[in-house]
């Protein structure tokens, strides 16, 4: 599922990144990799706050559909 779909606390293991390739170059810059854990920290019109790698990311909603847990 997508990560906009996410529950709010949960801590959820990426499995697939989708998108152009500069697309994907990017979220693996910001932390996003196979097999990583994100949790969702909060959601504000669709943008996500999530935890990555110990670290708080601002993802807009079209990023995080493109992100799968």
């Given amino acids: 599922m997508?990560?906009?779909?996410?529950?709010?606390g949960v801590s959820y293991i990426i499995r697939h990144i989708g998108g152009s390739a500069e697309i994907r170059r990017h979220l693996e810059n910001?932390?996003?990799v196979v097999g990583g854990n994100v949790m969702v920290i909060s959601e504000i019109t669709g943008n996500l706050i999530v935890n990555v790698k110990e670290v708080r990311v601002a993802v807009s909603k079209e990023m995080a559909q493109k992100?799968?847990?």
């Fill in 2 to 8: 997508p990560l906009t779909l996410a529950d709010t």
């Fill in 30 to 32: 910001l932390g996003f």
């Fill in 67 to 69: 992100i799968m847990v």
